[in-house]
């Protein structure tokens, strides 16, 4: 977000939409989780659509690195 020079939310519950991150956003997340797990994550879009905050993306992904 930085780079697009968005600035960071200040904790996990800020809403997704209101901070601008959108779902390419989140496609450029799970890519680079990907890259740093050297690893393919599998979600389904009924799982993507229950995420709303900051702390949801952080929960989402460490439930797939734990599956």
Do not use: K, W
Request: overall charge negative; charged content about 30%; hydrophobic content about 40%.
């Amino acid at each position: 977000m930085t780079a697009q020079g968005r600035s960071l939310p200040a904790d996990d519950t800020a809403d997704l939409r209101e901070i601008g991150f959108r779902s390419l956003d989140f496609s450029e997340l799970a890519l680079r989780v990907e890259d740093e797990l050297g690893d393919e994550l599998n979600f389904d879009a009924p799982g993507l659509r229950r995420i709303a905050t900051v702390g949801d993306v952080l929960d989402f992904i460490e439930q797939l690195q734990s599956a």
